[in-house]
């Protein structure tokens, strides 16, 4: 159960990096709203997705990393927009921990959990225990994500911002991807 939940923290655990990258200030809020909702994310998706049961299964399956690659992407997307902003603070509207995003984000990270739910069902599993873990490890590895983007961000500068865009993309393409030759 902990590989499969660090495995699912992966993705969480990327876009926490970029968070921590382009956030100025990173706070204790800051770093405490993404990494709960992460961890609340993750925790209720494979519930979900466990009660979901074999039902939809072909019907999710058939889109759910279209869905996680366009979030991303409108993510990604933005930040990389906003970066080229000349006004210090319209650069900075773009809060990943705040809004619109944050759910976004949440959402895009977790979708895999729900596939998680959805197969822990069909082995006719319990799905309590899993759902802890999953959400514990998640917020886990955002705090750490956070800390380590804050570290790498005081290295690199204000342009890290298109660099984080870029990777939220790519996070995108990659599950896309893994989904079609997989």
Same mark, same amino acid.
């Given at each position: 159960?902990?590989?499969?939940?660090?495995?699912?923290?992966?993705?969480?655990?990327?876009?926490?990096?970029?968070?921590?990258?382009?956030?100025?200030?990173?706070? =204790?809020?800051? %770093?405490?709203? &993404?990494?709960?909702?992460?961890? *609340?994310?993750?925790?209720?998706?494979? #519930? !979900?997705?466990?009660?979901?049961?074999?039902?939809?299964?072909?019907?999710?399956?058939?889109?759910?990393?279209?869905?996680?690659?366009?979030?991303?992407?409108?993510?990604?997307?933005?930040?990389?927009?906003?970066?080229?902003?000349?006004?210090?603070?319209?650069?900075?509207?773009?809060?990943?921990?705040?809004?619109?995003?944050?759910?976004?984000?949440?959402? =895009?990270?977790? %979708?895999?959990? &729900?596939?998680?739910?959805?197969? *822990?069902?069909?082995?006719?599993?319990? #799905? !309590?225990?899993?759902?802890?873990?999953?959400?514990?490890?998640?917020?886990?590895?955002?705090?750490?994500?956070?800390?380590?983007?804050?570290?790498?961000?005081a290295l690199w500068g204000k342009r890290v911002e298109v660099f984080g865009g870029i990777?939220?993309?790519?996070?995108?393409?990659?599950?896309?991807?893994?989904?079609?030759?997989?």
């Open positions: 159960m902990i590989a499969i939940a660090v495995a699912l923290a992966m993705d969480a655990f990327a876009v926490a990096i970029v968070s921590g990258l382009t956030l100025n200030p990173l706070t =204790a809020r800051r %770093i405490f709203r &993404l990494s709960f909702h992460f961890g *609340l994310f993750q925790f209720l998706m494979p #519930i !979900i997705g466990w009660l979901a049961g074999i039902a939809i299964q072909k019907y999710i399956a058939a889109y759910d990393h279209w869905v996680a690659f366009a979030l991303l992407f409108f993510v990604g997307g933005k930040m990389i927009y906003e970066s080229f902003q000349a006004d210090e603070t319209k650069r900075t509207e773009c809060d990943p921990t705040t809004g619109l995003s944050l759910v976004l984000l949440s959402v =895009a990270t977790s %979708i895999d959990a &729900l596939a998680v739910g959805l197969s *822990l069902a069909m082995l006719g599993s319990s #799905i !309590i225990f899993p759902a802890v873990v999953i959400g514990i490890v998640a917020a886990l590895f955002t705090i750490g994500g956070m800390l380590l983007g804050r570290r790498i961000g990777i939220l993309c790519a996070i995108g393409v990659k599950i896309v991807i893994e989904h079609t030759c997989g």
